[in-house]
């Protein structure tokens, strides 16, 4: 069993409750929908992405006569569900947000129309990709707005992601929100994205010092000569940086940089390209690493520390100020009729929902929630991107993607591009039509609870 494919990566309640629906010869047509209710207090919007390895999953999953097998092993389910499940493929329709699209609570992200067993049993696994890939695309634009073109930043969070899946993930969303690279090497075959890499301080240790360490780095590794100069002393380290460039120059080798991964980067920064004028290397740039996050690079550069390039790992990977979103995936329609809950603080719109948003001056101006099919002021933006189980088209390159939210977050209002905006400041206002289908679903619902309550 593939861990990262299997169906069986769910929760056990998408097997129970599908074989009560199995049981009861419930397969009527369901609408879920995938939404993040709040956003949180330092996130001012998010960026929606995860939807092509969504997509990928909903083409290519089914279950193995290993897995089936494991099933009836365990007597938890039926032969009926069994039988079901033997032959299961996802045949549902799906709607979504194009990978790369800002947007804010209550929006939905994706929306699946299937039978009701389909619908819910890919719940768990798509709410684990989305919610993750989201988390990190909208950390890393946040990193892009903060450097806003003054420096390069370069995923570098594999070794302290939360799992091998993750990392890989990081590096797809970072990539799409406007990072140039990453340090995982996977992600160059899987998904085509330049990677980058420099050493580690154990490998100037690991040298009887620090010029040989250089030089034989630059020798072995002539179009990647990016050297690590903190490990003892950072200013003797950049002297040492311009006389291996020195000496390399027979070679036909050039330096192309020095890393700095600790200490006051700001006053480093600083001495450091003093010291590389000074040794007649100008062209010797300055990349730095170390706990970095949005508001470090921000501050580095409003301070015009001379770097450019930022590699930004344990923070963004892990989204460390905002590390989860409050999201779900939620019934909206079942059978024809809208669903929606009324709990509290855990309220949802019923019907299948579209996103209608206004620009003004090249910027956007505010979004209307409403219903698929009616007519609103605006762009929609939900579109259908699966039909019958298979894509409607094939997957857009991940530099497609990446211009167009690089376009996206070009759009948003100076006031959401703080990175102390709140999400509150963008107007997202409810239809008519929607507002009145809650209304007949509210009243539908407390018509079928009268006629079900139990006599007292």
Not at 212 to 231: E, G, H, K, S, Y
Not at 260 to 276: E, N, P, Y
Request: glycine letters at 8%.
């Amino acid at each position: 069993m593939n861990p990262l494919t299997s169906p069986l990566l769910t929760d056990l309640y998408q097997l129970t409750m599908l074989q009560s629906y199995v049981a009861g010869d419930m397969r009527g047509r369901a609408l879920f929908e995938f939404f993040v209710r709040t956003l949180p207090p330092n996130r001012g919007f998010l960026v929606a992405c995860g939807l092509d390895s969504a997509l990928d999953y909903l083409a290519r999953l089914h279950f193995s006569a290993t897995e089936i097998a494991y099933l009836r092993d365990t007597r938890r389910f039926s032969p009926a569900l069994l039988d079901y499940l033997a032959d299961w493929r996802f045949t549902g329709d799906v709607h979504a947000l194009p990978e790369g699209t800002p947007f804010f609570a209550n929006e939905p992200l994706i929306r699946v129309e299937a039978p009701i067993g389909e619908a819910q049993l890919v719940e768990t696994r798509l709410i684990n990709i989305l919610h993750y890939q989201t988390l990190v695309a909208s950390k890393a634009a946040r990193c892009v707005i903060a450097a806003d073109g003054r420096a390069s930043l370069i995923d570098f969070g594999l070794r302290r992601a939360h799992g091998a899946d993750a990392g890989l993930a990081a590096a797809r969303a970072s990539f799409i929100a406007g990072f140039i690279g990453t340090s995982t090497v996977l992600a160059e075959p899987l998904y085509e994205i330049p990677i980058f890499g420099t050493m580690a301080h154990s490998y100037v240790q690991a040298h009887p010092n620090e010029l040989d360490a250089f030089v034989d780095f630059c020798r072995a590794n002539p179009t990647n000569t990016t050297l690590l100069i903190d490990t003892y002393d950072t200013l003797h380290g950049a002297r040492l940086a311009a006389a291996a460039m020195r000496r390399l120059a027979k070679d036909g080798i050039r330096v192309q940089r020095v890393r700095l991964d600790s200490g006051d980067l700001l006053t480093l920064a600083q001495g450091v390209r003093r010291i590389l004028d000074e040794e007649g290397c100008p062209d010797i740039q300055i990349f730095a690493s170390g706990d970095l996050d949005e508001f470090r690079v921000r501050d580095l550069l409003d301070a015009g520390a001379p770097i450019t390039g930022f590699g930004i790992g344990t923070r963004l990977d892990t989204s460390a100020d905002a590390p989860y979103l409050e999201c779900a995936y939620k019934l909206t329609e079942y059978a024809g009729q809208g669903r929606m809950k009324k709990s509290a603080a855990k309220a949802t719109y019923p019907g299948p929902k579209q996103v209608f948003r206004t620009y003004r001056d090249g910027r956007m101006s505010g979004d209307t929630l409403g219903l698929m099919g009616e007519s609103q002021a605006g762009t929609p933006l939900m579109e259908q991107v699966m039909a019958g189980g298979r894509r409607l088209g094939p997957p857009k390159s991940l530099g497609d993607i990446a211009r167009y939210t690089k376009r996206q977050l070009d759009s948003l209002p100076p006031e959401l591009r703080s990175l102390a905006a709140r999400a509150e400041t963008y107007p997202v206002a409810i239809s008519p039509a929607l507002a009145e289908l809650r209304a007949a679903t509210e009243r539908w619902l407390a018509a079928t609870a009268a006629v079900a309550a139990p006599p007292y």
